[in-house]
Nanobody, 118 residues
């Protein structure tokens, strides 16, 4: 069973940046797909970004395209989400996810809070 642990959330001001990390407890196979989702208060969880372990192909929600960047470090079994030009509407709990199909939803992390003040 893959266990995912996120870190890197926090409180920032609008326009600032954050980097979230997600590390797997086990070695990730090449067909695995990493994903990031977020859930704001009173809203449903939404897809943010994903990256394929084998090819490195990335996917982004329109709302974050050009501001967020997903990357991976295979040697560390870790995926990153770089959040730039943050807006108050980016405030949410961010979840790491993974699985063998897109969008990945088989494994979930515990979530990390990102709060953006105006």
């Amino acid at each position: 069973q893959v266990q995912l642990v996120e870190s890197g959330g926090g409180l920032v001001q609008a326009g600032e940046s954050l980097t979230l990390s997600c590390t797997s407890s086990t070695r990730i196979y090449s067909s695995y797909i990493w994903g990031w989702y977020r859930q704001a208060p009173g809203k449903e969880r939404e897809f943010v970004a994903a990256i394929r372990q084998g090819t490195g192909r990335t996917y982004y929600a329109d709302s974050v395209k050009g501001r967020f960047s997903v990357s991976k470090d295979s040697a560390r079994n870790t995926v990153y989400l770089q959040l730039n030009s943050l807006k108050p509407e980016d405030t949410a709990v961010y979840y790491c996810a993974g699985g063998s199909t897109y969008p990945p939803q088989n494994n979930w992390g515990q979530g990390t809070q990102v709060t953006v003040s105006s």
